[in-house]
């Protein structure tokens, strides 16, 4: 945090440069089946109050019992985000009311989280690296859901979610740039979706974020700093941070002093505004829960679980480069989702230097071909229409010679749209590349014949033979060899 | 430690307890005389003692990741003073 300040991420205000100072409070739903303190179901929507148990309810004499496949995600995450795992933490009643909240509190992890200081490691697209501290985990309490509009004088409210596991992943101030808060988020979700300890669905809510916002110029003490709560886009979040940062910085300028206080950001407008009901100061009277006793983690659990952690993005990123020689920039784009890394080493046939496909080409046809028809169609790529075996067989058409990358690209073209074999496909509508020299001569003396102007030019420049080539192969209907056409030009020009 | 009139007209609103005026004074002889009976668990020396979370030593009972409650709307708001279309109906709260 006392690291000078970074030129590039400075903010020219109208009486000279400005540091922007982020935080980020990460709030992410644990993939599981029931929730963090009953037997109720996590499942998204539904009818009201379908998945809430006596116990979500708060009924009286209801006691939590705690789900263990929670407390291991928490630890998993916690291992993946490189971070001290603590032996033993505290569940905590934060206390305030809302009618959500029917406990009156929410059972959260105050003084001892499950999870200590850790580091994420963010690559910007400008090859800089941001390392980003990890403050703490902890796991808490969902709460319900109230609905304002339906009723004019009534607030609607369902517990389907309340009770749901939450993991509070808090940053250490470290951030400088809505890009890298941006990054960061998305780094950490990246994360969390190859863990598979939070789907990260941002639509659902399931990923969402709060952000300390402050400003202060490059040396000085960090300012007064304000929330912006529940940002659920990574865009949002981007547009958030700018648009705070802006405003404090002209409060400053124009002699005002920041509040401290806790904002919304409105998607709409783009921009932050104040809440309106002036919260009362925070006092939460956090003490630890008596329903529940420390919760204590065995060394021989923790080892179990780092020894079963997936590969994860920057190892895999590592690999690809390694192993398969890719650049920086494409294995960033193949790791980018869990889903695309599995696509393309499916697609490759094998792991480690054992693969049998050309791992530039695979990674080509997955990065350009296959992603951006997805894009186009707003598709995701565990429901692409081609599949990594459809596609391997068109790398192998290519490869063997059976067909041109051109003729692969309409290839690839039918089988998204009508489905069916590559191999079939080619062979049944004739698209394969014509290597039969006897063929491609007739073409090549027809065509020579009909130029010969052209020829002479030939002669003078070399180059110009590409014309004839893009001629012959016009005249085959793209189905001619390239290769073997230029081959047979240079015999029959002369060059 | 001593609470003053003006904490436990703070404490009683955190609380959410209606409490008249007339009643703040006794309240907080009440509380004080509360504090000043915990109080005397600052005279032992505990130095050096682990806090005691349970009488015998056991650890937290867990439960393994099954769905197997829930599905009864019926059962959860049939408490409940207002609700419609199994919602909790409660006075209009907007942030």
């Known amino acids: ?495 | 430690m001593s609470v003053d009139a003006e904490t436990v007209r703070r404490v009683a609103h955190l609380a959410r307890i209606a409490i008249a005026e007339e009643e703040v004074e006794n309240l907080r002889g009440e509380l004080n005389a509360i504090l000043a009976f915990v109080e005397q668990l600052s005279e032992v020396k505990v130095e050096g003692v682990e806090p005691m979370t349970s009488v015998t030593p056991m650890a937290m009972k867990m439960r393994e990741d099954e769905v197997t409650e829930g599905g009864d709307p019926d059962a959860i708001i049939a408490n409940a003073p207002a609700h419609a279309h199994h919602f909790f109906l409660v006075p209009k709260v907007v942030e």
Request: glycine share 8%.
């Open chain 1, 1 to 495: 945090m006392d690291a000078p300040a970074r030129k590039s991420k400075l903010i020219r205000g109208a009486t000279g440069d400005w540091e922007v100072i982020i935080g980020m409070e990460v709030h992410a739903q644990v993939a599981s089946r029931a929730k963090l303190f009953s037997g109720a179901s996590t499942e998204f929507g539904g009818e009201a109050n379908t998945h809430v148990s006596l116990v979500d309810a708060a009924m009286p004499g209801m006691l939590p019992v705690i789900n263990a496949e929670c407390v291991r995600q928490a630890v998993r995450t916690g291992l993946g985000l490189n971070a001290k795992i603590n032996p033993r933490s505290v569940f905590d009643r934060k206390n305030y009311f809302y009618p959500d909240l029917p406990q009156g509190y929410q059972i959260s992890q105050y003084k001892s989280p499950i999870v200590g200081e850790g580091e994420v490691i963010v690559d910007m697209p400008d090859g800089e690296t941001v390392r980003v501290g990890i403050e703490r985990l902890h796991l808490e309490q969902d709460a319900g859901k109230s609905l304002h509009e339906q009723n004019p004088t009534m607030s609607l409210v369902d517990l389907n979610r309340a009770g749901v596991a939450l993991m509070e992943i808090v940053s250490k101030p470290d951030l400088r740039s809505a890009e890298e808060a941006k990054a960061f988020v998305a780094k950490l979700r990246n994360v969390l979706r190859y863990l598979g300890t939070c789907d990260g669905d941002m639509e659902k809510g399931n990923l969402r974020a709060d952000i300390n916002v402050s400003v202060r110029r490059p040396g000085e003490p960090l300012g007064t700093r304000c929330e912006i709560k529940n940002v659920n886009s990574i865009r949002f979040i981007g547009q958030a941070i700018e648009h705070e940062a802006r405003r404090q910085i002209e409060v400053i300028e124009d002699g005002g002093a920041i509040e401290q206080e806790t904002r919304l950001f409105d998607p709409a407008k783009g921009e932050t505004r104040s809440m309106r009901t002036k919260e009362e100061a925070h006092d939460y009277r956090y003490f630890p829960d008596p329903d529940l006793l420390p919760l204590e983690l065995s060394p021989a659990l923790v080892a179990e679980l780092k020894a079963h952690l997936p590969e994860l993005p920057d190892a895999k990123k590592a690999r690809f480069m390694r192993d398969y020689a890719l650049t920086a920039y494409d294995a960033d784009v193949l790791v980018a989702e869990r889903e695309t890394a599995e696509y393309f080493e499916t697609l490759l046939g094998g792991s480690g230097t054992a693969q049998r496909r050309d791992p530039k080409l695979a990674a080509n046809w997955v990065i350009n071909e296959l992603a951006g028809r997805l894009n186009r169609e707003g598709k995701d790529i565990t429901a692409a229409p081609v599949s990594a075996a459809q596609l391997g067989t068109i790398l192998d058409l290519i490869g063997d010679g059976t067909i041109s990358g051109k003729i692969a690209k309409d290839v690839f073209e039918i089988v998204w749209t009508e489905g069916g074999d590559p191999r079939v496909i080619v062979e049944q509508r004739g698209l394969k590349q014509v290597t039969d020299v006897a063929a491609l001569e007739k073409l090549v003396a027809a065509i020579v014949a009909q130029h010969p102007d052209k020829v002479a030019d030939a002669r003078t420049n070399p180059k110009a033979i590409g014309w004839f080539v893009g001629q012959v192969m016009k005249a085959s209907g793209g189905k001619a060899n390239p290769q073997a056409v230029n081959d047979l030009l240079k015999q029959k020009i002369g060059i």
